[in-house]
């Protein structure tokens, strides 16, 4: 039976592959990726890594690679249509049978393809023509450099009814083509086909592979839409699309931040700003738009008008996001100022400005606090605050994920008596949250649940790197031959920042590769992969400075036992923080003032923390040094 290519396509951007090869495989995550022992040959240490981004998984031991249905033909011995068929019903899709008519139009999409490169191709040089002189101004006014323009593929289409349609026609196009691709129109009254796009500046969408299968045009003149999109042909699903997503995939998956603006101009504002980023097409995030970005990070940032418009559009992805939650994936919410976009901010405050917006992004549990906030306030009566409560608890209720729902509900009752419940004269803040004085908005605030004032054009200052996990990843940089013995130690560290998961997967990889390794081949793999920068970072440290058992000339005995101690603290930390969250949940279960004394006692356990490690007080004396500071 011969499946269409564009079937197995859609059920491979719908599946998690993670979620298929975890029935089999105990993965940990790593950074962007997953890690295991491999299914496929005996091993200790786990060289066999997922990444669900890219949708294939791959063993530095043995070699295997394959995508998901690869995994289900070697893993359960099925064959491809049987692997196929597994893989669909996973996503809730039924393979098509196979017919003439289903090849004929796998034969037509790809001509399609071709249709909609050669449109594109003619819509960049009308804008570089004469014609395409006031889209230019355009673009100049935007301040949008040639480099932009050529690397989005912006084009121009002419204000006239059959340009398109002449041009396309002379290559031997045929018009059916052109209809079926959406560049044309054809009335319903008989008479002939024109142009869908006529005196708009054009941006190419293509899909995950950076082929062309629709187009958005913006008008430049007076037109009844200014925005008008392709409209869904066999090539083009807005519901399943997301434009820039072909050029987005990598850097989101390099730096584990994507941005989601609101339509093109904002996608490239946010690119020209150094971010990954893509946009929905014309319509509120779908669900399939949330797996895709989902795919890619954790959590992808929605940047909206900090307008009554966009903070209904942040409401509305916010519910449509609640039933598909799931641990680790979540969404977060960057509120520009009222009336902008993100292309008025970088033009008009500058690239910082507009990041330290993104920075400020809420979570969605306070983008959903803030909406009930504002549906309930005043919060002046007993029978609102309870309103309240219900519409919170409501909200949470849609969450299908049982872990991620318990969570939420002992988040919010946590909030709830710390910020409404909690009896007068109990200290502590006061009630009703930010912008409230006894549970009433203040007047004047334009938007009540919008964020606190951001002076954006302030310095953006790094997040912190804590001392103990660089130490957790500096000493085996310094050190390779520990990495062997502590190999799964290192694999079980969950860091707090992205550039150190990133350095310790890198090096458990490199690690994992090669059966000898020196300070000066891990530094050199470590460049390869371009994290020269980092390495470089951490060896000129303080903590490297601080801590002599993390030094190239200590021992190794020393070295382990200085990582050892580091590690130990930081697992312990991780204990607290399993007992802070035992205590949120029997928190919910029952609210009582003994569970409630018991979180109490948890947060302030973990607050006094286990120290860190900048110090240089580790009691253990080092091989032919004095013992204690150095």
Known sequence: ?????????????????????????????????????????????????????KAFYHCFGCGAHGNVFDFLIENEGLSFPEAVERAAAMVGMEVPKSSPEQMAREQAGRSLIEVMETAAAWFEAQLAATGGREARAYLDRRGLEAETIGAFRLGYAPNGRD????????????????????????????????????????????????????????????????????????????GRTLYNIHRARKPALDSRRLMVGEGYMDVIALVRAGHAAVAPLGTALTEDQLQLLWKMVPEPTLCLDGDSAGWRAAGRAALRALPLLRPGHSLRFAILPPGMDPDDVLREQGREALNALLD???????????????????????ERKAGFEQALMDDIGQIADTTVRDYYRSHFRERLWREIRRPPGSGGRSRGGRGQRNGTWRRGDENPYAPAPLKVNAPVKPPRRLAREELLVLVPLNHPAMIEQRFEEMAQIEFATAELDKMCSA????????????????????????LKHLVDRLTGSETAKLNWFAQPDAELSDAMRGWDHAW???????????????????????????????LLAAKAQLEMGPGTEAEG???????????GKE
């Not at 129109?185 to 969408?205: A, N, Q, T, V, W």
């Not at 603290?569 to 409630?596: I, S």
């Not at 007080?617 to 013992?627: K, L, V």
């Open 1 to 53: 039976m011969a499946i269409p290519s564009s079937f197995l396509e859609e059920v491979k951007n719908r599946i998690v592959l993670s979620d298929v090869v975890g029935r089999a495989v105990r993965l940990t995550r790593r950074g962007h990726e997953h890690t295991g022992l491999c299914p496929f040959h005996n091993e200790k240490t786990p060289s066999f890594t997922v990444n669900d981004s």
């Open 163 to 238: 340009h398109l349609k002449e041009a396309m026609l002379a290559r031997g196009i045929a018009e059916d083509k052109l209809i079926e691709a959406g560049l044309l129109i054809r009335p319903d009254d008989g008479s002939p086909s024109y142009d869908r796009f006529r005196h708009r500046l054009m941006f190419p969408i293509a899909d995950n592979r950076g082929r062309v299968i629709a187009f958005g045009g913006r008008a430049l003149g007076e037109a009844r839409a200014k925005y008008l999109n392709s409209p869904e042909t066999p090539l083009f699903h807005k």
């Open 360 to 382: 400020a992004a809420l979570p969605l549990t306070e983008l959903l606090w803030r909406r009930q906030i504002e549906a309930w306030q005043p919060l002046d009566t007993p």
């Open 507 to 530: 090096i458990l990889e490199i690690a994992a590769r090669c059966e000898t390794l020196d300070r000066t081949g891990l530094q050199r793999h470590l460049a390869e992969v371009g």
């Open 568 to 598: 130990a603290r930081h697992m312990r930390e991780v204990v607290l923080r399993a007992e802070l969250r035992a205590a949120e949940r029997a928190l919910a279960e029952n609210n009582c003032q003994e569970n409630f004394e018991r």
């Open 617 to 627: 007080d580790f009691s253990f004396t080092p091989s032919g040094r004095r013992a």
